[in-house]
């Protein structure tokens, strides 16, 4: 089917249900950022291959809402369907809404839609005099020929070498919370919770390593998981019971019954859940999933496995890059080929599980665009005098990596080198950073920004996110952003990466990992600061540098960082890489 004649299957659908516009958005059931295939409902209807966004289909007109990531993107991939792209802006959907008849019906799928979200959309739709009206069957779903099947991979166990504490310890936590909140239990429908209290994995999606399921955690610190039978190859521990799936709402019901209180996180809690709970009768206590924080919060076990996992990355990183010096240089090495190749030297760790995300493999413009992705079979060709970006990162059983390196084959341009050099010191600002207890990321993120803004630039992306422990690459819900206020705490572990990006000319952006380290008082100081410790040890490219825009201390910085990257990763690269990683974290020669 091309594009037009999926917009018109699905409005069809829609007009068989009385239903003037239907909001259609990236996230699934789980309102996971990584969706199966089967999930894939907004690509299908529009094409947009983004992992974040939200459509709003109408008889005649139709809206996709993608933020300052996914513009260009998002304007190659729906050009020609007619359909208006907008920015995440309540404002801006509003004027879109005036521009249906008044009194319209909107609808949306309240199992793909959280209860924050949905609450948004009343708000905004009733404002604009319509009506929305949560349908439970997806028409998306309807209108799509041949959809694949939803994954039923088998999970297996996540054993305590790995995760630091059993599950049983997890659930105990848990149950102290919902004591605290005078709850019966609580609904944990985000699968990285579910995989982190039961210290269980999967693969139902690319790249992480969960199993798209639901569970619920009582009290007396028992649980309950909702899952086929014919998934689970290896006994589950007695505190954790199972259910199929078809009892979940059965389940939800009783819980009302019973005069039960519940609690639920408005974020990632599905709408109809809510309803369903509502309806029951259930007393609903609306709190962030008790799951959260304690997830992100790495314990000693996480944080060692963390920094093992980035070294032994770190070192298949370098050998990629010591190869990328050799053969970019021929002008035959495509974007496709490039990424590929990363991937062996990861694999020849024989320790990785898969890849933390699709790799990030772009050359000259296309490096402009912050999430781009090569496309057919080879993608661009990397050419001499241009910036080759690489963005990427690995699964392993004991750490999650993230890491970029933008490059320059051949010979960079006075403005390249500037513009690179002021990312670098945003980098090494946040790196170097020391701050009070109650910190939190949005009061960090101008160190990151502070040197491009002095010269006129910044960047339309937050500086870093959270990573998980052999979980999602992308864990709330801390974040170094402008949209950054949750506190920083120890043993968190976030990206730092700053960028830069000229359009349609090349794209900057250099990232390793931090981990948050207790507070420690310096001397003369009068109260103790967190400060982070770097994880990630790979070469930053220094014929992007220009050293008259680096401080004394900037220098010291970047060369005791790479005495250490030699350090850490020198006697694990390859005997062909050795000489070439001693040249790159050489020191700089300049010291004033």
């Known amino acids: 089917m091309t594009q037009a004649e999926k917009l018109e299957a699905l409005r069809n659908i829609m007009r068989a249900h009385k239903i003037d516009g239907l909001f259609v958005p990236r996230t699934d059931e789980f309102q ?84 924050a979200e949905a609450r948004r959309l009343h708000k905004l739709v009733a404002e604009a005099g319509h009506k929305l009206i949560a349908n439970r069957q997806n028409l998306v779903d309807a209108a799509w020929p041949n959809r694949p099947a939803p994954p039923a991979e088998p999970i297996y166990n996540h054993p305590k070498k790995f995760a630091g504490f059993d599950a049983k310890h997890k659930l105990a936590l848990i149950a102290e919370t919902l004591k605290n909140k005078n709850c019966n239990c609580v609904f944990l429908t985000d699968p990285h919770s579910v995989a982190w209290a039961l210290n269980i994995r999967g693969s139902d999606v690319s790249h992480t390593p969960i199993a798209l399921l639901r569970a619920m955690v009582f009290k007396n610190a028992t649980a309950r998981l909702f899952i086929e039978k014919s998934r689970v190859l290896r006994p589950i521990a007695g505190h954790i019971t199972l259910e199929h799936p078809d009892q979940f709402e059965t389940s939800l019901r009783q819980l009302g019954q019973k005069k039960q209180t519940v609690m639920i996180d408005a974020g990632v809690c599905p709408e109809a859940v809510r309803a369903i709970l509502a309806k029951a009768k259930a007393t609903i206590i609306e709190h962030q999933d008790p799951c959260v924080l304690p997830r992100a919060r790495k314990n000693l076990t996480e944080q ?44 020849a760790t024989g320790q990785l599980e898969d890849l933390s995300f699709g790799s990030i493999s ?22 001499r005098n241009e910036i080759y970006l690489i963005d990427s990162g690995g699964q392993y059983r004991d750490g999650t990596t993230d890491v970029t390196r933008t490059i320059i084959i051949g010979e960079a341009t006075a403005a390249m080198k500037s513009h690179n050099t002021l990312v670098l010191k945003g980098m090494i600002a946040v790196s170097s950073a020391r701050f009070p207890a109650g910190t939190t990321g949005i009061q960090l993120d101008a160190l990151a920004r502070a040197a491009l803004w002095q010269h006129g630039f910044d960047f339309d992306h937050g500086t870093g996110h959270g990573v998980g422990s052999y979980l999602s690459v992308h864990e709330g819900p801390a974040r170094i952003s402008k949209a950054g206020h949750v506190v920083l705490e120890p043993g968190m572990i976030l990206s730092n990466e700053p960028g830069y990006y000229l359009k349609g000319k090349y794209g900057i952006r250099i990232e390793n990992l931090l981990l948050v380290k207790p507070p420690e008082k310096r001397k003369g100081g009068d109260r103790a600061m967190l400060s982070f410790e770097t994880l990630t040890f790979a070469p930053i490219d220094k014929h992007l540098i220009d050293e008259e825009l680096l401080t004394k201390a900037e220098i010291h910085w970047l060369d005791s960082y790479h005495a250490e990257v030699h350090h850490k990763i020198g006697a694990l690269v390859n005997d062909d890489t050795r000489p070439w990683l001693a040249a790159a974290c050489a020191s700089f020669t300049r010291r004033s």
């Open 32 to 115: 996971g950022e990584y969706v199966p295939a089967s999930a894939e409902r907004l690509f299908w209807a529009t094409g947009f291959s983004g992992s974040w966004g939200t459509a709003l289909i109408g008889q005649t007109r139709a809206a996709l809402i993608v933020d300052g990531r996914y513009t260009v993107q998002a304007a190659k991939e729906t050009k020609g369907t007619g359909i208006n792209l907008l920015p995440p802006d309540n404002d801006k959907l509003a004027v879109f809404l005036a521009r249906f008849k008044k009194g319209s019906i909107l609808a949306f799928d309240p199992w793909v839609t959280s209860v």
């Open 304 to 347: 060692n496995g963390a920094r093992k996992a980035q070294i032994r990355d770190g070192a298949a990183l370098a050998n990629y890059l010591a190869w990328l010096d050799e053969h970019a240089r021929t002008g035959s090495l495509t974007e496709i080929a490039a990424q590929a190749k990363l991937e062996v030297f990861r694999r």
């Open 362 to 383: 772009a050359s000259g413009p296309n490096a402009a665009l912050p999430h781009y992705h090569a496309i057919g079979k080879t993608g661009r060709t990397l050419k």
